[in-house]
């Protein structure tokens, strides 16, 4: 531990700090290898539940370190699918880069990204200051994957698996979503959380966060994302769907599986909205 100085860090703080120790002369090396600097100083930035995030200092160079506590198979496969898809994106400017990863130690080291988290901007300056943005980096993230066929609609697709959105708006979209077909399915984020994106300084949406990792229908993070911002932003929810699908299909042309995605998000968010106000009601 002689290198590795740690801030706020209560939360799993010794384990976790202990499980980074011993590579910490690697992580030194990877993050600053032609200066002689080698303390390490980390600011816990978030993660819970056996998971950390650092900011890692040393010297003039950031990065960050994600560190799961690999004793949980559970985290050891979120290391995993974090990892691999680190490694795809390694090329891709819209990510943070990976760095460095370690099996034995169970964790990733990226690049820092600098810029203000979209949950806040979008709660600053509303959900449509940031729809298109995003969409470029969901369109992007669609392009990069590979995609094998699919032979289902939503419904179908939905009525399956269990993926976390409320059962009762699927089931109340079902016939809706029968007609849309799902379009090949590729590796998603599958995390809609808004704070797994930061815009830059030069208005571009960065993402990061790939624990969650799976196989979906193509766009599964474009419905995810898109049902995030439009229950941030009170208003209409067609001109924030306009910019988001403006953004993705920007990035290739994707016009038909824009469109489909736009109709699955407005049927799964007329029957959220309509399930709340029976609630209210
Ligand atoms: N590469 C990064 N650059 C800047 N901040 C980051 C980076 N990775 C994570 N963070 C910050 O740490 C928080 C938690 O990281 P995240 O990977 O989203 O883990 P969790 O599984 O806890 O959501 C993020 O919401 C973000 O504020
Ligand atoms: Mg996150």
């Known amino acids: ?37 080698s303390a390490l100083q980390l600011e816990r930035l978030g993660g819970r ?56 130690g169970g964790f990733v080291l990226t690049q820092y990204l600098r810029g203000t988290p979209v949950s806040q901007y979008a709660e600053r300056h509303g959900a449509l200051s940031v729809a298109r943005a995003v969409g470029v980096w969901l369109g992007g993230l669609d392009a990069r994957m590979i995609t094998r066929p699919a032979f289902a609609s ?17 089931d109340g979209a079902d016939a809706a979503l029968g007609s849309l077909p799902v379009r090949g399915m590729a590796l998603a984020r599958n995390d809609g959380n808004l704070s797994n994106f930061v815009m830059n300084g030069s208005g571009h949406c960065l993402g990061f966060d790939f624990e969650r990792a799976r196989v979906k229908p193509r766009g599964w993070d474009f419905v995810l994302t898109a049902l995030e911002l439009t229950a941030q932003s009170p208003g209409p929810v067609d001109p924030v769907l306009d910019r988001l699908a403006d953004g993705f299909a920007s990035v290739r042309d994707q016009n038909t599986l824009v469109q489909d995605l736009r109709d699955v998000v407005r049927f799964l968010f007329t029957e959220i909205s309509a399930q709340s106000h029976k609630m209210e009601g």
């Not at 120790?21 to 290898?33: D, F």
């Not at 939503?154 to 699927?170: H, I, N």
């Open 154 to 170: 939503w419904s179908d697709y939905l009525a399956s698996v269990r993926t976390g959105l409320p059962q009762s708006a699927v």
């Open 49 to 104: 539940d056996g998971r950390a995030v650092y900011k890692v200092v040393c010297g003039t160079r950031v990065g960050v370190l994600k560190l799961f506590d690999h004793s949980r198979p559970a985290l050891r496969d979120a290391y995993l699918r974090e990892r691999d898809m680190l490694v795809q994106l390694k090329g891709w400017s819209r990510t943070a880069r990976h760095l460095a990863h370690c099996d034995a």
């Open 1 to 37: 531990m002689q290198n590795v100085a740690s801030q706020q860090d209560d939360f799993y703080g010794d384990r976790m700090t202990a499980q980074v120790a011993r590579w910490a002369e690697g992580i030194a090396a990877v993050l600053s290898p032609d200066e002689s600097a």
